[in-house]
């Protein structure tokens, strides 16, 4: 349920490119200088979505360096860090040891288990700092596994539960601004939640896997994720964003569509 919060690239310009591309090599680089070269592994587009909208919406100021990488080995190139960029590695590092441990529960990936054990003492470092983040997330998580072995077929109950995980996911700290930053955490968790379903329908089916969606329609898919990411957006509005506006709007209004659409043009070309 991780990896939808991405650009749409081709409608970026040449500036947001290169300010998305500092961010997420910050990210890589934080994590890497927090969590050693693992952290690099398990980095996301998510997590790199959290740095820019909160450092946007905090106003921070950030260190901008330039260096080369393993993926860059070459040339040099630039890349922007801040206190966010820190916070959203350790978070990064949670939600990987959590799903390594959920596809060793759910699959009895033997990778997955070792993945967890190489993380555990990174993941028992953060907690002791983000205490009571990590307990909501793992509660809300176990919860969201419970719901979904019962195998409940109203979609509203996981997606509610998954939309709590992630407004936590935005609180860096309790503010003015965290109970809006929640509602909108909140709101995009559903969407993510229930798109996610809807794209991995046909392979729940065929692997006799939980879907909260198997009872449901594909015809109204479109339009339950239209009115879920309204709910979304009208959250959004509440924030003062204007920093990175453009590029913010580019991912929420364009780019977290990108894999629903690609999963229907496939299923389109299937039936042909």
Known sequence: MFGYIITNVDELTIEEKQQY??????????????????GRLVLT??????VI????????????????????PFKSHKYWQNEITEYA??????????????????????????????LISKYEKIK????????????YLKELLNIEKSGVLNPDIPANCFGKLAGELFIMKEDE??????????????FIYIMDACIDLKEDIKHERYNPLIASSS????????LLMADCIDKYEHLPINRDKKLIENILYSGIWTKYEAEKHKSKEDYK
């Open 21 to 38: 591309g500092a961010c997420y090599c910050g990210l890589c680089k934080t994590l890497k200088e927090r969590h050693g070269s693992l």
């Open 45 to 50: 587009y998510d997590m790199t979505f959290i």
């Open 53 to 72: 909208f909160l450092s946007s919406l905090y106003k921070k100021k950030n260190k901008v360096l330039t260096d080369k990488c393993i993926i860059h």
């Open 89 to 118: 590695a350790d978070m990064n590092i949670i939600l990987a040891y959590y799903k390594f441990i959920d596809d060793w529960i759910d699959d009895r990936k033997l990778l997955s288990l070792f993945e967890s054990k190489l």
């Open 128 to 139: 002791k700092q983000y205490e009571k983040r990590c307990t909501l997330i793992h509660n």
């Open 177 to 190: 601004y965290s109970e809006d930053l929640r509602a909108f955490g909140y709101s995009l968790g559903k």
């Open 219 to 226: 015809e109204n898919f479109y339009d339950i994720l239209n």
